[in-house]
């Protein structure tokens, strides 16, 4: 099983500065290698054609769909309330979103979990309390975690790196990037820097 590493991008596209796709691109080409679709409310058609096209751009299984529905692939990432997805569990990577030690200890069969808020963030503003690095590790996921929230600088993604994570998920410093794949290098380069 491949579980998210290094750098895994969010989606908004109400945030983003240019089509998303384009900006998609730009992280990828940057050195991003996981997408996590979001973007919940489009309809089903225009949101099966972006998890085509991103598909298109990874490595096989490096798209994550977030909510229960993985549009035709293999990997969902739930929020902190929502249910497995209907069908075989067995077919389906599960990631979910944890806030803190009640979330993480209540995971069953997630293949990997999001911790969040890392940092105070542009993007959730009042969202919170940050965990901080130390604080996430603190909760002792019994799965791979990916630090989420306020991760905009290399700095940052040396702390969480630090702390244990598996991978550091970035949404507003990509999304509203003026060069994304610049951000996307320059997180990417932190993330294997010592």
């Known amino acids: 099983m491949v579980t998210p590493a290094g750098l895994v991008v969010l989606t908004d596209r109400r945030l983003a500065v240019r089509p998303l796709t384009e900006v998609v691109r730009a992280a990828v080409d940057g050195g991003a290698r996981w997408v996590v679709l979001r973007d919940r409310d489009l309809p089903y058609v225009e949101r099966?054609?972006?998890?085509?096209?991103?598909?298109?751009?990874?490595?096989?299984?490096?798209?994550?769909?977030?909510?229960?529905?993985?549009?035709?692939?293999?990997?969902?990432?739930?929020?902190?309330?929502?249910?497995?997805?209907?069908?075989?569990?067995?077919?389906?990577?599960?990631?979910?979103?944890?806030?803190?030690?009640?979330?993480?200890?209540?995971?069953?069969?997630?293949?990997?979990?999001?911790?969040?808020?890392?940092?105070?963030?542009?993007?959730?503003?009042?969202?919170?309390?940050?965990?901080?690095?130390?604080?996430?590790?603190?909760?002792?996921?019994?799965?791979?975690?990916?630090?989420?929230?306020?991760?905009?600088?290399?700095?940052r993604v040396r702390q969480c790196a630090a702390a244990g994570a598996a991978g550091i998920a970035a949404l507003g410093a990509i999304m509203r990037a003026g060069d994304p794949a610049q951000v996307a290098s320059d997180l990417v380069g932190a993330w294997g820097a010592p």
Request: aromatic share 6%; net charge negative.
């Open 48 to 155: 099966r054609a972006l998890a085509d096209a991103f598909r298109a751009m990874l490595p096989p299984g490096h798209l994550i769909v977030a909510g229960p529905d993985p549009l035709g692939g293999d990997v969902v990432h739930l929020d902190t309330r929502e249910q497995f997805p209907r069908g075989s569990l067995h077919s389906v990577r599960i990631g979910r979103s944890c806030h803190n030690a009640a979330e993480v200890h209540a995971l069953s069969i997630e293949d990997y979990v999001t911790l969040s808020p890392i940092f105070s963030t542009d993007t959730k503003p009042g969202y919170g309390p940050a965990l901080a690095p130390g604080g996430a590790a603190a909760l002792r996921a019994p799965v791979p975690w990916v630090a989420l929230g306020g991760i905009v600088s290399p700095d």
